[in-house]
């Protein structure tokens, strides 16, 4: 071989590799569904890979020939979606399901990565059991439904019992005000040292649990309970310079100021959130923790961070609105659905493995798995699933007082928005009133100027 | 026969009128070829996704929530400039590259490696061992270990503990400061393995000659060492500050950029702008005036390269 063959052989190969990689896509077979889903980065969590592998061994069984294969994206939320969006962009790489939190479906709906649903629904008789909220919460401004929800959530106050009673304070605690949710948190701290007294989600590395865990669970618990404070419906504008914008503000300030929350170089952890249902709740390091309805998913049988016990340890009490006016108490719902990418190469298939996973049979079971609350009136009226779980009763029943973010196309921005706000209150940064109109501005322009002054 | 003698002669005349057409040509195909391939590759998959870069950075393209992108003009430049946390971003870039790169790297590496010239062979494996090994790490796995070292309960504040020494939350105190030691720490390696061969390379005579003319070894450094490594010291600041431009891993790790903006360096502004808020076309632009920065720099070391020695 003369010198110079080896390189050009070797070049030549690349160059094919490299080409045939490009034209290969992504090899689903028409027998094949392609299902991606967002994969805890705790690896002993596994609730969602289990659940999934009985459904595809179900599927194959009720489909021969057919196969599933699972895409899990192991990410935080925030990568996830980036993730995600960047694989629905093209053929492919576009699964033929994913799992889509509603946070982003009408972004995701308005930039045409996903595929109506509404031809598959009309034929699907289990699609009535669905009740109207969650039917509503996949359908995008075109009227057309996007995304079969696979259950809800809703958030209220976690409170360890053990630091109560060191504290002196009541087991059976139920905060009325803000200021009463504050000063519990004072007396703690003064009380039992080592502990945190009120967690709150807050900043960008928190991502929209900062937002809608910590943020919104305070804004939207200003004012009459029935206006929404962020966005306003009737002239389609967002709402900037409120003063509820800036008491919820002063409240997540109040919070990191007086060291009533976690250390701030914790809070701006972006691996905060696991480590508070992995280690904090169950060793009783936290008194207050402002969280969502999935907790115990961590701790059932089998997700690794077992803790049976929780139910004794912990106590549930409504996040109480501003001053205690009516309607008394707060929370916000989102929850996550399953969509079709419009670049799916198997949308027939996809819809069918939706309708395995959405019996009534294998829906409870989810539910129960992942503590989220029924969005199937069969499954929420069944006492199986009532008793399943202690605090069931308690998130379902905030349904009725619960609310839904404007997660229209700016919604992520306007997310990320006031998550910078809270991080500037919460480092000390910035003032309220500066953290404020910081927000004003961002709003500007990332709804390009569709906002309105209250 | 006739024939045969005829046709003997063609041959050799229709040869040398081919080779003599056609020599250059012919090896000019015989030595291009095998380039081919490889800049066809160039072109594909690096020239190519940096033509479709620079056009993104002219539309307002983004990630979610917009059903077709437009073409915008100078629209993502102009916001950029007036973007307080860009001009932030610019900023904190500029003092991480010159406090882990010009300042850390480049002269930790030479001190290392002019210290190394003298030193015994254990201790010269040994230092350069764990200088390597710093370096060898994955860019994630440092940033563990460095968050590790510079967090609350982390080995820093153990050590300052157990001296009797105040300690603080490196990471939100001192956040830039933090994240351009970590980069030191990480990339010194590299210069100093240049500053080592580029000190090999001094023929022993000079250095002799200049001791027996009584020159200590501050004069040494001064008057012959560096004149002489002084294209050695361009180009190693050069890749060093192109690389540290590019840190984006490390940073990410410990930080986030956090807490608020407080080291946030272009990259992670970039990556916010793109993928957390989805502004594909606006973090585009962000990322070609990061190429511009490295181009600064680079035009600047190479004048410093280009005066006389």
Sequence with gaps: MRPTATPLLLATLLTATALSACGSGSGSSPDTVRISFKQSTDNSIRVMDTYLGQMKKEFEKANPGKKVELVPIKAPDSEYYTKLQQMLRSPKTAPDLVYEDTFLINSDITSGYLKPLDAYLDKWPDWDQFIDTAKSAAKAQDGKTYGVPDGTDTRGL??????????????????????????????????????????????????????????????????????????????????????????????????????????????????YGTTVRGELLPKGKI?????????????????????????????????PTQHGQAPGKVSMSGGWTWAIPSKAGNPDLAFKFVETMQTKANAQKWYIANSGIAVRKDVASDPAYVQAQPGIKFFTDLVASTHYRPAYPAYPKVSTAVQEAMEGVTTGDSSVDKAASGYDEELKTATDGQVVRK | MSVGTRAAPATPVAATAVSSRRPGRARLLARGLPVVPA???????????????????????????????????????????????????VWLTLVFTVLSSLVGQNTLGLTLAALMQRASKPVRTLVGGIVITAWVLPEVVAGFLLYAFFRREGTLNAILDWLHLPTQNWLFTLPILAVSFANVWRGTAFSMLVYSAALNEIPKEITEAAEVDGAGGWRRMWHITLPMIRRSIGTNLMLNTLQTLSVFGLIWVMTRGGPGNRSQTLPLFMYEQAFQKSMIGYGTAVALLLLVVGALFSVVYMRLLRTEV
């Excluded at chain 1, 701290?189 to 649990?209: D, H, Q, S």
């Design chain 1, 158 to 271: 976690w409170f360890d019992k053990g630091v109560f009673q060191k504290a002196g304070l009541p087991a059976d605690w139920q905060p009325k005000s803000w200021d009463e949710v504050l000063s519990a948190a004072r007396t703690i701290k003064r009380k039992v040292p080592g502990v945190v007294p009120l967690n709150v989600y807050t900043g960008k590395p928190a991502g929209e649990a900062a937002t809608m865990q910590g943020f919104e669970m305070l804004l939207y618990g200003t004012g009459d309970g029935k206006t929404d404070p962020m966005y306003d419906a009737g002239s389609k504008k967002w709402i900037t310079g409120s003063q509820a914008f800036k008491d919820a503000l002063t409240f997540v300030e109040t919070v990191y100021k007086e060291k009533l929350g976690p250390d701030v170089s914790d809070a701006l952890d972006p691996n």
């Design chain 2, 39 to 89: 800049v066809v590759l160039l072109l594909l998959f690096l020239a190519g996704p940096i033509v479709y870069c620079a056009y993104i950075a002219f539309t307002d393209l983004q990630l979610t929530g917009q059903a077709h992108s437009s073409f915008v003009g100078f629209d993502n430049f102009r916001a950029a400039f007036k973007d307080e946390a860009f001009l932030n971003a």
């Design chain 1, 287 to 319: 008194g207050i923790n402002l969280d969502g309805s999935w907790l115990p998913q961590d701790w059932q049988q089998g997700a690794g961070h077992e803790w049976p016990e929780w139910s004794q340890k912990l106590g549930l009490a409504y996040m």
